[in-house]
């Protein structure tokens, strides 16, 4: 898993850069998450804009101090030369129990070495019941 998925991407290639995408996300570590970036990528995350591998390791871990119990799925919406686009759903709860459901697309752009540099996420969320979830953890 540590060996980079380089551009140009094939069918394969980028269903795997997906899949490594979301387990790693998964993994709620923002240093870890943030490793996967080129050290001056630039985000647009909602209305808020990033630069660089620091600014993204702040950004996720404010992120998931207040979104707790983070559960996301990717799947693979199209791809070219060294670009992804995705679809997203994720799920948390805030520390007062209620829970979440994020939905929203991503625009990836990578880099010769696999490094994503930039990341442009559209995302819109509505508050949801607990037994409206339909995003769970993996279980192996």
């Known amino acids: 898993m540590n060996e980079?998925?380089?551009p140009p991407f094939?069918?394969?290639?980028?269903?795997?850069?997906?899949?490594?995408?979301e387990a790693l996300w998964n993994t709620r570590d923002p240093q870890k998450v943030a490793l996967a970036y080129?050290?001056?990528s630039t985000w647009r995350n909602r209305n808020e804009f990033l630069q660089g591998r620091e600014a993204i390791a702040a950004f996720l871990q404010r992120k998931w101090q207040r979104?707790?119990?983070?559960c996301l799925r990717k799947e693979l919406f199209t791809f070219a030369g060294n670009?992804?686009?995705v679809h997203f759903r994720y799920e948390y709860r805030d520390d007062n129990g209620q829970w979440f459901r994020a939905i929203g697309n991503e625009h990836w752009t990578f880099?010769?070495?696999?490094?994503?540099?930039?990341?442009?996420?559209?995302?819109?969320e509505l508050a949801i019941r607990e037994?409206?979830?339909e995003i769970f953890p993996a279980v192996d």
Do not use: F, P
């Not at 094939?10 to 995408?21: F, N, P």
């Not at 880099?111 to 819109?124: H, P, T, Y």
């Open 83 to 85: 670009r992804i686009a």
């Open 10 to 21: 094939t069918r394969e290639t980028a269903l795997a850069k997906v899949r490594r995408g």
């Open 131 to 133: 037994d409206e979830r």
């Open 111 to 124: 880099d010769d070495d696999g490094l994503m540099n930039n990341r442009d996420a559209s995302i819109n």
């Open 38 to 40: 080129s050290e001056h």
């Open 67 to 70: 979104e707790l119990d983070y």
């Open 4 to 6: 980079q998925i380089k």
